[in-house]
């Protein structure tokens, strides 16, 4: 579950951004509490509290005194536009250089990747 | 002092050992002692002072157990170590009291029905007036002493580790027996019965009562070096 | 920040034995350190110095800015649960939480109900009776129930199945949550608790080797594996701590980041990274830190 190579709180960051990019966690909706987080994961309620801190930071949260942290408007948009940028270094790079190694040309590669993209809207 | 109450409620957290169990050797003796005083249908002066004498054996027992087995709980519950000591010897005296007032209860009873209309004793006989709470405190005295003694051989035993505490006492038994030894040979048991003798029941408590005080503060400055 | 603890060069004896080597940190308020190690690192006799019940041989320790020894109002402040405690005779573990409630300020009588519950402890059952679960239970009770500003847990759940542990942790995560405070757990189940844990000291030898952020640490050594010559090239010049080879494979286990260079590189010489735990990393420092003393040693 937990990855060893990355600091915690950046994990924890990074799922409560998941949710929000898929849709479980909406905007202006209420992001779960520092306490319910370190519960939930089993983990130090400072590592949680450091995680939500990187997302205010970020804009990706916002705090409401007295009520506790919330989704701000447009965190989805901003979390889409940042993962898109990241995605040819985090997907693509491996792909591209595990092809090489089996030989498949760029070509090859397109084929495949239309192959799959066919199957995912039909299944 | 309510940390010094907290530590005799810990230490009576064993109502058992403390309470419960020296007065049930106190009454099965005494039962016991009564018994065999009806089966001796004698006039003569019977005394069974054994039965009064055997829950004293035990509380050297109790002063063992009252360190060896509760003071690392007392450490565990933050305690310090002077609380333990004092709480400690105040639940030994307070038991040592309630025994003692059994002891004078009973003397009286004697005195009274000149020795349970058998003339039979669990106390020492022949006393009356003044003399008996003189001999209920010399059996408090006793008490405590007896206790005290289980309760430093703990002390040495954790201060210093079991070889010494053997060694200790071996080398106490040998001044003892060396002392006796001198004593009868050089004829002087006379002196010696005779400063008894002068000192009477109450003088001597007060001697042992120095004693329990030297032993309660030699066993204090033992307990603080303590490690775990 | 106000220190809870204070450990200044602290040494501890045994005769000959040096048990704590000049060992010096601090503990902070409201943070759950995990102080782990070998058996015989020190960690009990660190823990049973701190909390006055054994006797440094040199050096200073400060609870709450006093001294420990003898000093009420500090202890009662502090609570230290090992692994082996004794109990007194023929006593229940409805004894045991009854005095635990007289002497420790904090303590609530509800979480120690919930938790005898949730352990299934048999509370009228003598001590000397208890599975080694259910002693280590009464100890966990205690320690957890009693809300000490400080409290030191050692080995907490010998003898606890899995569901146990987890309930220990959820528990302790739980009241810590609501009623922060400092918690130290010693303990070899290192990667069970790495996630709770804030911050990581680490004995070895009676000396701290590590003490650090659990999450510095989480990126602190990677394991490098691939070929024999490729795997030399990349780690000559870094801090290597451990190495393992299987005829023309090596895996080196290596201090330090790794940049985006340094991926790269790997990517191109087709070595295989891994991240290490936080229990291989303590393995791995202690043994470090064996082989130092022993090279040491044989330079004498």
């Given at each position: 579950m937990v990855d060893d190579s990355k600091a915690l709180f950046l994990q924890i960051a990074e799922r409560i951004e998941d949710s929000i990019v898929d849709g479980h966690l909406a905007e202006e909706a209420q992001a779960p509490s520092t306490n319910e987080l370190a519960a939930f994961y089993r983990i130090n309620p400072a590592t949680a509290l450091k995680g939500i801190g990187l997302l205010v930071d970020k804009g990706v949260l916002y705090k409401q005194r007295g009520i506790g942290m919330f989704v701000a408007s447009g965190a989805r948009q901003a979390l889409l536009k940042e993962r898109r940028a990241a995605f040819s270094d985090t997907y693509l790079e491996p792909l591209v250089a595990e092809a090489h190694k089996l030989g498949l040309s760029a070509d090859d590669l397109a084929a495949l990747i239309n192959q799959r993209f066919s199957e995912r809207t039909a299944g | 002092m309510t940390r010094v109450v907290t530590v005799m409620r810990l230490q009576f957290v064993n109502r058992r050992t403390y309470v419960g169990m020296p007065l049930v050797i106190l009454s099965g003796a005494f039962l016991l002692a009564i018994l065999i005083l009806l089966l001796v249908p004698t006039d003569e002066l019977k005394f069974a002072g054994g039965a009064v004498a055997a829950p004293l054996w035990y509380f050297s027992v109790v002063g063992w157990q009252a360190l060896a087995l509760t003071f690392p709980f007392s450490q565990a519950m933050s305690t310090t170590r002077r609380d333990f000591h004092l709480g400690t010897l105040l639940t030994a005296a307070t038991t040592a009291g309630i025994l003692a007032t059994f002891y004078l209860v009973i003397s009286l009873i004697e005195a009274a029905t000149g020795g349970w209309g058998m003339n039979g004793y669990f106390t020492i006989p022949g006393l009356s007036g003044s003399q008996l709470p003189v001999a209920a405190l010399s059996y408090f005295v006793v008490a405590c002493l007896l206790f005290l003694f289980g309760y430093t051989c703990a002390a040495i035993a954790k201060r210093w580790g079991g070889v010494v505490l053997t060694s200790v006492l071996t080398g106490l038994s040998i001044v003892l027996a060396l002392a006796i030894i001198l004593v009868i040979r050089s004829g002087s048991w006379g002196t010696v019965v005779t400063w008894f003798v002068t000192q009477g029941l109450l003088g001597t408590t007060l001697w042992g009562l120095l004693l329990a005080v030297l032993m309660a503060y030699g066993s204090y400055l033992m307990i603080r070096r303590v490690e775990h | 920040m106000t220190k809870v603890v204070e450990v200044k060069d602290l040494t501890k004896r045994f005769g000959n034995t040096v048990a704590l080597d000049e060992v010096s940190f601090n503990l902070e308020p409201n943070t759950i350190y995990g102080l782990l190690g070998r058996n015989g690192a020190g960690k009990t006799t660190l823990m049973s110095i701190i909390t006055a019940q054994a006797f440094a041989s040199s050096g200073k320790v400060q609870v709450f800015g006093e001294e420990?020894?003898?000093n009420a109002g500090v202890l009662r402040r502090m609570c230290f649960m090992r692994d082996n405690q004794v109990y007194p005779d023929s006593s229940k573990p409805v004894h045991a939480f009854r005095i635990a409630r007289l002497c420790f300020p904090n303590w609530n009588q509800a979480l120690a109900e919930r938790l005898v519950a949730d352990f299934r402890l048999p509370v009228a059952t003598p001590i000397k009776k208890l599975s080694r679960g259910q002693l280590s239970a009464v100890g966990a009770i205690i320690g957890l129930a009693a809300r000490a500003e400080v409290t030191f847990f050692d080995?907490?759940?010998?003898?606890?199945d899995a569901a146990a542990r987890e309930i220990f942790y959820d528990r302790l995560l739980e009241d810590y949550a609501e009623h922060p405070r400092t918690i130290v757990l010693s303990s070899h189940l290192i990667d069970e608790i790495a996630n709770i844990l804030e911050r990581v000291i680490v004995l070895d030898n009676g000396r701290v080797i590590l003490n650090d952020a659990t999450d510095d640490l989480r990126d602190r050594a990677v394991v490098i594996r691939g070929d024999n010559t490729k795997v030399a090239a990349f780690t000559a010049g870094r801090a290597v701590i451990h190495r393992q080879a299987l005829g023309a494979l090596s895996a080196v286990t290596v201090l330090g980041h790794l940049t985006h260079q340094d991926r790269a590189a790997l990517t191109a010489n087709d070595l295989d990274v891994s991240p290490v735990t936080l229990q291989q990393l303590v393995v791995r420092a202690t043994q470090a830190a064996a082989g130092t003393a022993a090279d040491q040693g044989a330079a004498r």
């Open positions: - | - | 420990p020894y003898e080995e907490p759940y010998l003898g606890f």
